[in-house]
């Protein structure tokens, strides 16, 4: 075998054991647990479902930004939603929190704190690090209404 052909080898070898390595990493990364401090920066929440009234669907929509602190706490600096053509805006800054467990499931509640929520909750479900949120609306009397939050920043 000529030199350049096992200087080719060697090189080939050692490329595929580091990326090797590096895709352990990320892999051992992957697998650590959530916590709270899993969701940190701002997202943007967009969902869409029914309101039921007296028996009959009306359409929901909602965009809105949500800073989580990554502290169990959050607040909504933007919020638009349409319900059944009707348009209103949330006032900035309106307060929450949430609490995302081990496995990466959790649960959110807009509004001040408190023993019982104030506002709308949901149900969470956090994606890849963190960087997607998938959320259904709960609670009694709740809509049918579920979305997804994306990072945007940190």
């Known amino acids: 075998m000529n030199d350049h052909l096992k200087h080719f080898i060697v090189c080939a070898l050692i ?11 990320d892999s051992d990364e992957d697998r650590k647990p959530c916590s709270d401090a899993t969701l940190h920066g701002l997202y943007v929440f967009t969902a869409s479902g029914f309101n039921i009234v007296g028996g009959a669907a009306q359409p929901k929509a909602i965009v809105e930004l949500i800073r ?3 502290d169990g706490s959050l607040t909504v600096p933007a919020s638009t939603v349409s319900i059944n053509g009707v348009i209103t805006r949330s006032p900035p800054d309106g307060p929450g929190s949430y609490e995302v467990g081990a496995d990466c499931t959790g649960s959110l509640v807009f509004g001040p ?22 959320m259904i609306q709960t609670g009694p009397g709740a809509p049918v209404f579920q979305g997804t939050a994306e990072r945007q920043s940190r």
């Open 15 to 25: 490329t595929l054991g580091a990326s090797g390595a590096a895709q352990a990493r």
């Open 113 to 134: 704190p408190g023993p019982t929520p104030q506002g709308p909750t949901y149900d969470l479900f956090v994606g890849f690090k963190g960087s997607e949120i998938n």
């Open 68 to 70: 989580f602190n990554g």
